[in-house]
């Protein structure tokens, strides 16, 4: 996931990924320009959180969310770890 200490879609992305049990490493791009254009690059974004399951980009806090009510965000980690 890539963030800011400062954001708090971030936080409340961090909050639900630790909830829910899923492992993740944060990449904090706030400071460095290499990492925030490396996230950009892969999601076609500049708004943080980005997600990324795998090599697979969910998208940012909204997007986390809609796979959780949708019951598809362990679905995805099941499917990922295939």
Known sequence: ????????YCARAR???ERKG???R???IETD???RAEMIARSGRRSVPQIFID???????E???QLERAGELDSLRQTEKT
Do not use: K, N, Q
């Open 63 to 65: 997007e986390l969310v």
């Open 26 to 28: 944060e990449i904090d």
């Open 55 to 61: 090599e697979r980009h969910v998208g940012g806090f």
């Open 22 to 24: 899923i492992a993740f």
């Open 1 to 8: 996931m890539y963030s800011t200490g400062w954001c708090p």
């Open 15 to 17: 909050a639900l990924l």
């Open 33 to 35: 320009a290499a990492l």
